[in-house]
């Protein structure tokens, strides 16, 4: 099952029934995927005018009840942030697909990249947080979008799948659970009748309030506008204001421990770690078993979430190692943040590849030894 196949099979098990997009390589086989298969389950598929079109499109679906996603590739990415930050600030559970390839602008069209992952972070404009997956397999483009799914409805908010064209096309064995062995987290309905309902207000002890579809007997108001837990417009009202970006803004990375998944390998006696994600890993993996062949100590540890960034999980490592190597398809992105979380208590050396290709396991280990001397 390539990678592409595996994500659409996850995203109907995780209960998507709506996707609008809009073609473009390397993401266009998971239109025509879902294309095919979303009405054989009574789901919904568009194709729309353009990428801004296709994320306010399954913003609309969301309310309107329907778990909903949507893929693109760098330029559609770049247009459809400003949907990503009114689905941030309205609160709208959604999942959006990067399959990452080179830029910028138009780019390497059908060549792998990572280059994508700052702007998936801070893409749109104003203090939000965002949650970003990043599988290395196609078994975890079927896992990860069950968990995408799942946690933009835990805590209403996007969560982007940032693939690469070498991970959505690999062709691997992929095993999909019974459904009743796949956990999937259904929208929380109000408890409460709807003259009791406040829309943004959550209970108490919670990040979010339940969310009930329009037609559901509710009074909503989707508002881009800065608003007060009704969904009024709040004018100059700065205290409503901060409260709210607070809330949106904690409920995600003050929940990180919660939201973190990572891989480790071989750290336990490990002087040097590779830290890497995505189709990076790949390489990196053979690079640390040829350099262990070698009798240098080296372990991996594999980010599956990279966003919000898990700052005490690098802290810690940073205190059980000598150096860490940070192997990444970009110029060296990841490895600021791998630099600010370590407070310099060990060496960071940057494996950087660009220009469409993935790193030669050769090159990754070249660097490994470096960080040995």
Not at 34 to 41: C, D, F, G, I, N
Not at 304 to 331: A, C, G, H, Q
Request: charged share 25%; proline share 7%; aromatic share 8%.
């Amino acid at each position: 099952m390539t990678g592409y196949d595996a994500l659409v099979e996850g995203a109907i098990t995780a209960g998507c029934r709506f996707f609008a997009g809009y073609p473009i390589t390397p993401s266009t086989e998971i239109a025509e995927r879902m294309s095919a298969r979303l009405p054989r389950v009574g789901g919904i598929f568009i194709q729309m005018e353009d990428e801004l079109a296709s994320i306010i499109a399954i913003i609309g679906a969301s309310w309107g009840g329907l778990k909903a996603m949507t893929a693109t590739s760098g330029p559609g990415f770049s247009l459809m942030q400003e949907g990503l930050g009114f689905a941030v600030i309205t609160e709208t559970p959604i999942v959006v697909v990067d399959v990452m390839r080179g830029g910028p602008s138009t780019g390497l069209v059908t060549l792998p990249s990572q280059g994508d992952v700052m702007q998936a972070r801070w893409g749109s404009h104003g203090d939000y947080a965002i949650i970003a997956l990043a599988p290395w397999s196609s078994q975890e483009m079927f896992d990860l979008t069950i968990k995408a799914f799942n946690l933009a409805e835990i805590y209403r908010n996007p969560v982007i799948i940032l693939s690469d064209e070498v991970v959505a096309h690999i062709r691997e064995p992929v095993r999909i659970p019974p459904p009743d062995d796949v956990e999937v987290v259904e929208r929380r309905k109000p408890s409460v009748p709807p003259t009791e309902f406040i829309p943004y207000l959550p209970e108490p002890g919670e990040w979010v309030s339940p969310m009930p579809a329009f037609g559901e007997g509710y009074n909503l108001l989707v508002e881009s506008v800065m608003h007060d837990e009704f969904g009024h417009r709040i004018g100059m009202g700065q205290p409503i204001a901060e409260r709210k970006i607070k809330r949106i803004y904690y409920k995600i990375e003050k929940n990180v421990e919660k939201i973190a998944m990572y891989e480790e390998r071989d750290l336990e006696d490990a002087d040097i770690a590779i830290v890497t994600y995505g189709s990076s890993a790949r390489a990196s993996l053979r690079a640390m078993r040829d350099a262990r062949s070698l009798g240098i100590k080296v372990g991996m540890l594999r980010l599956i979430t990279l966003w919000p960034f898990y700052d005490k999980l690098i802290e810690e490592l940073s205190n059980r190692v000598k150096s860490i190597v940070v192997p990444e398809m970009n110029m060296g992105k990841i490895v600021r943040e791998v630099e600010r979380a370590s407070k310099g208590q060990c060496k960071i050396l940057s494996a950087p590849k660009v220009g469409g290709v993935l790193h030669n396991p050769d090159e990754i280990l070249s660097a490994v030894k470096l960080a040995a001397r």
